[in-house]
T-cell receptor, first 107, second 111 residues
Framework: RKEVEQDPGPFNVPEGATVAFNCTYS??????FFWYRQDCRKEPKLLMS???SGNEDGRFTAQLNRASQYISLLIRDSKLSDSATYLC????????FGAGTILRVKS | ETGVTQSPTHLIKTRGQQVTLRCSSQ?????VSWYQQALGQGPQFIFQ???????GRGNFPPRFSGLQFPNYSSELNVNALELDDSALYLC??????????FGDGTRLSIL
């Protein structure tokens, strides 16, 4: 079993849709949780950290469930510019990434 | 944009050769990590340096080695290159426990 697993993609959604990604992790001692966004042939860029209390940044909401060992990312009112690969990352001293989920938002 | 810069951008090598990739950390960052990202996969942790000492290593063979310099810049060296080493190599820096920020990466192709 992989340390970090993400929903298989791609997710093809129309503009304005709400889309949710889940990510599960196996190491219960993990301390830090993040969502990164990666555009084609570019580096990952930090989208948001994920906190136990949940956190929101505009149209993006991230949640952490330590008991079930998963994190989620909700994107509301999807824009064409949201099309990218979304990577979850989990860790303490080192980050372990999932394989990523491709999101395609279409007009 | 992020402050982390990597060189070169692209590199083509042949099997058996050696390569050195370079990374300049974002100003003020004392920790640098290197990752390998194969096509269609997430980044895989190679190793991490904190104040010039390696303080974490992923599942990579010893032919992957690194250095961190007093100015916190870093090098990744790979010896005896293999075809499977073809990937995007990413450097990320951070200050203590803050989130990591990635450079643009070096795309390495092995022929």
């Amino acid at each position: 079993r992989k340390e970090v697993e993400q929903d298989p993609g791609p997710f093809n959604v129309p503009e304005g849709a709400t889309v949710a990604f889940n990510c599960t992790y196996s190491n219960s001692a993990s301390q830090s949780f993040f969502w990164y966004r990666q555009d084609c042939r570019k580096e990952p860029k930090l989208l948001m950290s994920v906190y136990s209390s949940g956190n929101e940044d505009g149209r993006f909401t991230a949640q952490l469930n330590r008991a079930s060992q998963y994190i989620s990312l909700l994107i509301r009112d999807s824009k064409l510019s949201d099309s990218a690969t979304y990577l979850c990352a989990v860790g303490g001293n080192k980050l372990v990434f999932g394989a990523g989920t491709i999101l395609r938002v279409k007009s | 944009e992020t402050g982390v810069t990597q060189s070169p951008t692209h590199l083509i090598k042949t099997r058996g050769q050696q390569v050195t990739l370079r990374c300049s950390s974002q100003s003020g960052h004392n920790t640098v990590s290197w990752y390998q990202q194969a096509l269609g996969q997430g980044p895989q942790f190679i190793f991490q340096y904190y104040r010039e000492e390696e303080n974490g290593r992923g599942n990579f063979p010893p032919r992957f080695s690194g250095l961190q310099f007093p100015n916190y810049s870093s090098e990744l060296n790979v010896n005896a290159l293999e075809l499977d080493d073809s990937a995007l190599y990413l450097c990320a820096s951070r200050l203590d426990r803050e989130p990591q920020h990635f450079g643009d990466g070096t795309r390495l192709s092995i022929l």
